[in-house]
């Protein structure tokens, strides 16, 4: 059962972020909105990552406004107004009292009465407002969010408004995870170790993708887990040399290297933890040389983690041991052609979001989460082997938070084969 975590931690994040705000400034971020799926079905509802981090609400329909103005920060959620009739067939909305429990948020009005806070907030102002917005956008054909569609009714109607981003100020603050972020983190990496064990007790030759997938999910719903941080990888023999593959839907048949990429989540933490391993329980000598050759980079990696460094210089440390085997292994000729089998970098941030907010060129710092994640991808032999785990900044170098899980061809071959 996931625990929900001291008000205190977001009260605490509130207060560093308005700190970084300027006089006469208003942050605006809104819960987000159910996206209808087809007819009168809607998808499930996940919340804004940035709204939750600053409240730790999960519904939708909510605005949070914080407004500094003569050193005076006031906070606001803004909650839907109950209504009898939609409680009968939604559930009841979300109480000033429930969100107090939560958030450690003091000061609520409801929707309807949130253009006139607003509106009274800018003319306080009197014109010398800023107004900061979650503004992120992964790509141009993104649907607008109910950020954008703000932005623009602010800027037409108070001219002189001037619209930011405050996505960096929040990727600055999520990057380093506070103690009580890194246990979650924990538990969502204990949850997906149980859920691989579970896998690898009912792998054999011919097992379909997908039953490996059920067992996966059963594991995670055990514990409570409904939302996935991101959909599972489950990838047999050549399938395992996509990156993103996603079907589940193949055969893992006798000879076969399984690749698994996934992760449980608690509390909208995720783990992301991949490994690979023979479906029959024991991997072939070519297998092997190759799955030795990608741990191998990805202990070396992992070693050279500690703060000052960047993910492009761990990226670097992980090109050189790939590439070095390689060449030793008569795959490639020269350096300049490791990118036929290694064509993803080695790292990225790890916490609300799987690949989470972050400046990629920014020096690692105690207390930020990464991924180690090293791969090599042979189409021509249909092998894919990606060995993946997740590490926390510490002031002297690292700790990985994964080491549980076990990857040493060994005790794979032990965990799988037992049974076989």
């Given at each position: 059962m996931t625990i929900a975590m001291d008000p205190k931690e977001y009260i605490n994040r509130r207060q560093r972020l308005a700190e970084k705000m300027p006089e006469h400034s208003v942050l605006v971020l809104f819960s987000g909105v159910v996206k209808t799926r087809s007819n009168d079905d809607k998808y499930p509802f996940t919340p804004n990552r940035n709204f939750y981090y600053l409240t730790g609400i999960t519904r939708s329909n909510l605005?949070?406004?914080?407004t500094k103005r003569a050193g005076n920060v006031t906070e606001t959620l803004f909650l839907q107004r109950p209504n009898e009739l939609e409680a009968k067939w939604t559930g009841a909305v979300l109480s000033d009292q429930e969100a107090k429990e939560k958030s450690g948020l003091e000061h609520f009005e409801f929707?309807?009465?949130?253009?006139?806070?607003?509106?009274?907030?800018?003319?306080?102002?009197?014109g010398r407002c800023s107004l900061y917005l979650d503004l992120y956008r992964?790509?141009?054909?993104?649907?607008?969010?109910?950020a954008d569609t703000f932005a623009e009714e602010a800027q037409k109607k108070y001219r002189t408004l001037q619209i930011h981003d405050a996505g960096p100020w929040l990727k600055e603050l999520r990057m380093q995870k506070?103690?009580?972020e890194i246990e979650e983190i924990r538990r969502a990496i204990a949850i997906t170790d149980e859920a691989i064990r579970r896998m690898w007790s009912y792998a054999r030759p011919g097992i379909m993708e997908y039953e490996l997938e059920a067992h996966y999910d059963f594991a995670l719903k055990s514990h409570g887990v409904r939302e996935l941080p991101y959909l599972p990888i489950i990838a047999s023999g050549i399938n395992a040399t996509v990156l993103h593959y996603e079907e589940n839907n193949q055969c893992a048949k006798d000879g076969d290297l399984v690749l698994l990429d996934l992760?449980?989540?608690?509390?909208?933490?995720?783990?992301?933890?991949?490994?690979?391993f023979p479906v029959n329980g024991r991997f072939t000598e070519r297998q092997k040389e190759i799955y030795q050759l990608v741990l191998d980079a990805e202990i070396k990696t992992i070693e050279a983690v500690k703060p000052g460094v960047t993910l492009q210089q761990l990226n670097e440390v992980t090109k050189q041991v790939l590439t070095d085997g390689l060449l030793r292994l008569g795959l490639i000729?020269?350096?300049?052609?490791?990118?036929?089998?290694y064509y993803h970098t080695v790292s990225h941030h790890l916490g609300l979001d799987t690949h989470d907010v972050s400046d990629?060129?920014?020096?690692?710092?105690?207390?930020?989460v990464i991924t180690i994640e090293p791969g090599l991808y042979i189409e021509e032999e249909a092998i894919g082997i990606r060995i993946e785990d997740d590490v926390l900044v510490t002031s002297d170098g690292c700790e990985v938070?994964?080491?549980?899980?076990?990857?040493?061809?060994?005790?794979?071959?032990?965990?799988?084969?037992?049974?076989?």
């Amino acid at each position: 059962m996931t625990i929900a975590m001291d008000p205190k931690e977001y009260i605490n994040r509130r207060q560093r972020l308005a700190e970084k705000m300027p006089e006469h400034s208003v942050l605006v971020l809104f819960s987000g909105v159910v996206k209808t799926r087809s007819n009168d079905d809607k998808y499930p509802f996940t919340p804004n990552r940035n709204f939750y981090y600053l409240t730790g609400i999960t519904r939708s329909n909510l605005i949070l406004m914080i407004t500094k103005r003569a050193g005076n920060v006031t906070e606001t959620l803004f909650l839907q107004r109950p209504n009898e009739l939609e409680a009968k067939w939604t559930g009841a909305v979300l109480s000033d009292q429930e969100a107090k429990e939560k958030s450690g948020l003091e000061h609520f009005e409801f929707l309807d009465e949130w253009h006139h806070s607003f509106g009274t907030f800018m003319r306080r102002c009197e014109g010398r407002c800023s107004l900061y917005l979650d503004l992120y956008r992964y790509q141009w054909s993104d649907e607008l969010t109910p950020a954008d569609t703000f932005a623009e009714e602010a800027q037409k109607k108070y001219r002189t408004l001037q619209i930011h981003d405050a996505g960096p100020w929040l990727k600055e603050l999520r990057m380093q995870k506070s103690p009580a972020e890194i246990e979650e983190i924990r538990r969502a990496i204990a949850i997906t170790d149980e859920a691989i064990r579970r896998m690898w007790s009912y792998a054999r030759p011919g097992i379909m993708e997908y039953e490996l997938e059920a067992h996966y999910d059963f594991a995670l719903k055990s514990h409570g887990v409904r939302e996935l941080p991101y959909l599972p990888i489950i990838a047999s023999g050549i399938n395992a040399t996509v990156l993103h593959y996603e079907e589940n839907n193949q055969c893992a048949k006798d000879g076969d290297l399984v690749l698994l990429d996934l992760g449980a989540a608690s509390n909208f933490y995720a783990a992301d933890i991949s490994r690979t391993f023979p479906v029959n329980g024991r991997f072939t000598e070519r297998q092997k040389e190759i799955y030795q050759l990608v741990l191998d980079a990805e202990i070396k990696t992992i070693e050279a983690v500690k703060p000052g460094v960047t993910l492009q210089q761990l990226n670097e440390v992980t090109k050189q041991v790939l590439t070095d085997g390689l060449l030793r292994l008569g795959l490639i000729q020269e350096s300049s052609e490791l990118s036929k089998y290694y064509y993803h970098t080695v790292s990225h941030h790890l916490g609300l979001d799987t690949h989470d907010v972050s400046d990629y060129s920014a020096s690692l710092q105690p207390g930020m989460v990464i991924t180690i994640e090293p791969g090599l991808y042979i189409e021509e032999e249909a092998i894919g082997i990606r060995i993946e785990d997740d590490v926390l900044v510490t002031s002297d170098g690292c700790e990985v938070l994964s080491s549980q899980i076990p990857k040493e061809i060994e005790e794979v071959e032990w965990l799988i084969g037992k049974k076989n």
